[in-house]
């Protein structure tokens, strides 16, 4: 288990667009992702949220900040869950797959709910992996609906 890819927010970096374009250097992908998220194609670059190079959004990510200070490894450990940053989580998918990602990993630990993220982002078609947010595999182009 890569460890760098264990966020602390419960948004598993393993099935991260931005992370699987970099890891996989999916330069259709990155351009894609760019116009998404109003920054350049050189900019979809990441190794993780606890790696050193990370998103650009998620080096000033306020949930991040806050469990390091706590020491914790997610939000997860805290009592507080939800707290007010992620109520004001600014993407709405973000928040509701967050919502639901903290307890699972509370209840599972991270090392299986690890396998249940990758297992939810597989396409039910031909069993390729998905990034989080997907509406069709990249692999057999077929609809797929993943929350």
């Not at 419960?10 to 699987?20: A, D, F, N, P």
Request: with cysteine; proline share 5%.
């Amino acid at each position: 288990m890569n460890k760098e890819l264990l966020a602390p927010c419960g948004l598993y970096c393993g099935v991260c667009g931005v992370y699987m374009a970099s890891r996989d250097n999916n330069q259709k992908l990155k351009d894609k992702l760019a116009k998404a998220y109003g920054v350049t194609p050189e900019q979809i670059n990441c190794k993780g949220c606890l790696s050193n190079d990370k998103f650009v959004y998620c080096q000033t990510c306020g949930i991040r900040t806050c469990v390091m200070e706590k020491d914790y490894a997610g939000c997860h450990q805290c009592i507080e869950f939800p707290c007010k940053l992620v109520d004001d989580f600014p993407v709405p998918v973000g928040k509701k797959v967050i919502l639901r990602s903290v307890p699972d990993r509370k209840k599972l630990g991270s090392e299986k709910w690890v396998e249940e993220e990758e297992h939810r982002y597989k396409c039910p078609h031909c069993s390729s992996q998905l990034f989080r947010g997907a509406r069709r595999c990249g692999s057999c182009k077929e609809i797929v609906e993943i929350d």
